[in-house]
């Protein structure tokens, strides 16, 4: 079956423009996740969706970034003002439960912010 | 916090050797860890995931250990090979759902 998409793959943007980054989960997991990875760096947790619901939002590094997943499946990273220290790829995964045990990631997207 | 270190942080082996990659974890109240294979520019490929009641897991040429206790890992590939070549990370899942990563291990096996 499908994995867990993301769009689109790569994201060039100028300092202080907004951008949006979409995930997809697989179909009929309930938990989503969003990660940041710097160059070089293992992924860092950013926040966590059960449903529709934020449960944890403590790993955004500020005001600026924003993550919502209104109908509980489609998931959406939005960075305000981008920075240059916003460029990294931003890593989205999904989990049958919160229980499950292993988390499915999708390609990631690069943002450039130039 | 969680502090996830891969040693080491880039491996060069000629094919046909084994490859031994290490993990160490400073909290040992783990409900799961997790090796990963990142090639670049693509997302994470789970290879093993090892409960924290278990002592080690298999799937073909690789084998995964894990010493809760002492806090760590070790992935060990067998008999090397070009497409082995690849960012390894571990990661480990606490009692609640993150995940803490490691930077990785960059292997490249030589032809």
């Known amino acids: 079956g499908a994995g867990v998409s993301q769009s689109p793959r790569y994201k060039v943007a100028k300092r202080g423009q907004d951008v949006a980054l979409r995930c997809d989960p697989i179909?009929?997991?309930?938990?989503l996740f969003w990660y940041q990875q710097a160059l070089g760096q293992g992924p860092e947790f950013l926040t966590y969706?059960?449903?529709?619901?934020?449960?944890?939002k403590s790993g955004l590094p500020s005001d600026r970034f924003f993550a919502e997943r209104p109908e509980g499946s489609v998931s959406t990273l939005k960075i305000q003002r981008t920075q240059q220290e916003d460029s990294a790829v931003y890593l989205c995964?999904?989990?049958?439960?919160?229980?499950?045990?292993?988390?499915?990631f999708g390609p990631g997207t690069r943002l450039t912010v130039t | 916090k969680q502090e996830v270190t891969q040693i080491p942080a880039a491996l060069s082996v000629p094919e046909g050797e084994n490859l031994v990659l290490n993990c160490s974890f400073t909290d040992s109240a783990i409900y799961n860890l997790q090796w990963f294979r990142q090639d670049p520019g693509k997302g994470l490929t789970s290879l093993l995931l090892?409960?924290?009641?278990?002592r080690e897991q298999t799937s073909g040429r690789l084998n995964a250990s894990l010493d809760k206790s002492s806090g760590r890992s070790t992935l060990y590939i067998a008999a090397s090979q070009p497409g082995d070549s690849a960012t390894y990370l571990c990661?480990?899942?606490?009692?609640?759902?993150?995940?803490?990563f490691g930077a990785g291990t960059t292997v490249t096996v030589r032809a």
């Open positions: 990661a480990v899942r606490g009692n609640d759902y993150k995940l803490s």
């Open positions: 090892i409960q924290s009641s278990q």
């Open positions: 179909s009929g997991h309930v938990s």
């Open positions: 995964a999904s989990s049958l439960t919160q229980g499950a045990a292993e988390q499915y």
């Open positions: 969706f059960q449903n529709e619901a934020q449960l944890d």
